[in-house]
């Protein structure tokens, strides 16, 4: 197994000012992770649990999918397992009956996620249970909250967090939207999360 030195994205967020990662490295990581679904996704598997907690760096800042005991194999799915804020709407509908769905959860997943880098916590922390399938299934997509964000990330965020599965695209169709595809030096990129990394390791 790889050495994932440098921590979950989780404990990333944790360790920069203001719990917010810069921009740039929320494309970098959601790049990576959209490769990693798209090879996934070519093997028929569902993650379930795609998050911050489940996305690690090495020490170079090479980022890895981890955690994978909630996977179904196959092409569709009908499992409620997942962490409950970063689940799509169609995987809360299967709490109260059984609803079929594909890969794109995955892609819910990560719009929270790819939020939860900006934010620190992912809509609806404080909700629970009943309400929070409630607000997830019949209430308004998540967003995020600042303006301070581009229009790329903000057009991203609504690309993921399509509550129609039919409108939501594949991670092979993400990986050519134009917040993945702006970062034009990703090596530079991918060197200051490192950098930032090793800081902390020797602090």
Do not use: R
């Given at each position: 197994m790889t050495m994932c030195a440098g921590g979950s994205v989780d404990a990333l967020i944790r360790s920069t000012p203001n719990r917010s990662l810069d921009e740039t490295w929320i494309s970098y990581i959601c790049k990576k992770v959209l490769q990693g679904l798209d090879y996934l996704q070519e093997l028929n598997v569902i993650h379930h649990d795609l998050k911050g907690a489940n996305i690690m760096l090495t020490s170079t800042a090479r980022v890895k999918i981890i955690d994978f005991g909630l996977?179904?194999?196959?092409?569709?799915?009908?499992s409620n397992a997942g962490t409950r804020?970063?689940?799509?709407p169609e995987v809360h509908a299967c709490f109260?009956?059984?609803?079929?769905y594909n890969y794109?959860?995955?892609?819910?997943?990560?719009?929270?996620?790819?939020?939860?880098?900006?934010e620190y916590n992912p809509p609806h922390i404080k909700l629970r249970g009943a309400e929070l399938s409630e607000r997830i299934m019949n209430g308004p997509a998540p967003a995020l909250k600042e303006d301070i964000w581009s229009n790329k990330f903000h057009r991203f965020i609504n690309k993921c967090l399509q509550k129609d599965p039919a409108k939501r695209p594949f991670a092979k169709e993400l990986l050519l939207n134009r917040f993945i595809t702006y970062n034009r030096d990703e090596d530079e990129v991918q060197y200051s999360i490192a950098e930032h990394i090793q800081k902390g390791a020797k602090k």
């Open positions: 996977a179904t194999i196959g092409p569709i799915s009908t804020c970063w689940m799509a109260t009956g059984s609803v079929h794109k959860v995955d892609v819910w997943s990560l719009g929270i996620t790819a939020i939860e880098m900006a």
